[in-house]
């Protein structure tokens, strides 16, 4: 597998491009299953689990990652698009303790395409960002690695 991630503070993105050897309607699924999400989503030390995951435009979905020392970080998406098995759109924020959206942090608008190439398919994942100050804070957290190793482990998902 092949990732790699590209911040461009002029379009306010990151944009992280991965490729499988699966097929799209097989990468899809890692998309729309919320048991397998929560097998990717979130670095290898952040492990995530969904409380909520209605996928469909309106929809959303309610999660948390566990932290190595018990500590847990909350976040939502908002579904605004679903073109099966080719796209998904949707609003990206943290959550606070209570699972309710943080004011205080940023909120992303997350793209997500696939499609097939010779060999498999490719995942593009590219997060739009309301402005610098945002795209700033977010990549001093670490998101853009931790989504690198979030989808480092999309392949073991895939074979399972």
Do not use: C, N
């Amino acid at each position: 597998m092949m990732i790699s991630s590209h911040k461009d503070v002029e379009q306010l993105t990151i944009t992280s491009t991965a490729e499988f050897t699966a097929d799209v309607e097989r990468v899809w699924q890692v998309w729309q299953d919320p048991r397998q999400l929560e097998r990717w989503w979130g670095p290898p030390t952040w492990p995530a689990t969904f409380e909520e995951h209605d996928f469909r435009p309106g929809g959303g979905a309610r999660y948390y990652m566990t932290g190595p020392d018990g500590e847990k970080a909350g976040g939502w998406w908002t579904i605004t698009a679903v073109d099966a098995p080719r796209r998904l759109e949707f609003d990206d924020g943290f959550a606070g303790d209570d699972g309710e959206p943080s004011a205080s942090m940023p909120v992303t608008r997350t793209v997500v395409t696939l499609e097939p190439t010779a060999t498999g398919t490719r995942m593009v994942t590219t997060s739009l960002f309301p402005d610098l100050e945002s795209l700033e804070k977010v990549v001093a957290m670490g998101v853009e690695e931790g989504m690198s190793l979030a989808m480092g482990q999309i392949d073991a998902v895939l074979a399972g």
